[in-house]
């Protein structure tokens, strides 16, 4: 189960909107074992592509030590797909590498309306999980 | 001689869940097998064959070693060597 914001939410769906039609991604951070995700960190998408993403290398040191420094970890890891659904795919599921984070995948494929879903991620399984929208 | 390692959460597995290790070596490929001596299968996570696995980032002190020498990279006495798994993925 996730437990979100909505004004995280709506943080994340603007992100990938304004990206359309490059893939978006970025980390939700919260503090270590609260499984609470609490501050948004929106990351470039070094490979700026519509079917693909990539956290740039030094980026990606630079806020997992700011993270390690605040006592905080990558409560979610999201990101857009831009043609297809919200569901994790064979690519994003042999990338995931944080056992512990909710991998939330946003589909911006539909003009109007933006698909928002929560997964978990271990040892190559995918599980969906239900989200529950906090104020 | 210390080169501290620091390990992100899925290979922590490997070393009894310690965020972080003390090594020795003089370059990046002689320091993974130091670790391995003590931390066995950590280094076939992070080498296939003759090169660093490609959706594994590996740093000395603030840079990317891709950009140093990889494997090659020397490495002294008071560096710290980051690994963290690289986030990536796609449609498809």
């Known amino acids: 189960m ?50 693909f993403y990539r956290f740039d290398s030094l980026e990606q040191l630079k806020v997992w030590r700011e993270m390690d420094d605040r006592d905080e970890e990558p409560v979610v890891i999201y990101h857009s797909h ?34 928002f879903r929560s997964y978990r991620i271990v040892d190559g399984e995918v599980t969906e999980e239900p989200v529950t929208f906090t104020e | 001689m210390a080169i501290e390692v620091r390990i992100p959460t899925i290979l922590r597995s490997y070393t009894g869940g310690a965020k972080s290790v003390q090594g020795s070596g003089s370059t990046l490929d002689e320091l993974l097998s130091n670790l391995d001596a003590e931390h066995g299968g950590l280094r076939d996570r992070l080498v296939d064959g003759e090169n660093l696995r490609r959706f594994v980032n590996v740093y000395l002190n603030d840079e990317d070693v891709r950009f140093l020498g990889g494997l090659k990279t020397p490495v002294s006495d008071g560096d710290t060597v980051t690994v963290l798994p690289a986030v990536a993925g796609g449609a498809s």
């Open chain 1, 82 to 115: 831009t043609a297809t659904e919200a569901y994790p795919s064979r690519t994003d599921i042999s990338y995931a590498q944080e056992p512990q984070a909710h991998y939330v995948l946003v589909s911006t494929r539909d003009e109007s309306e933006t698909e």
């Open chain 1, 2 to 51: 996730l437990t979100i914001s909505r004004d995280l939410r709506a943080k994340i769906i603007e992100h990938a909107r304004q990206d359309h039609p490059d893939e978006a991604c970025g980390v939700i951070a919260g503090p270590a074992g609260s499984d609470r995700p609490v501050r948004f960190i929106p990351m470039q998408n070094a490979e700026r592509s519509p079917t």
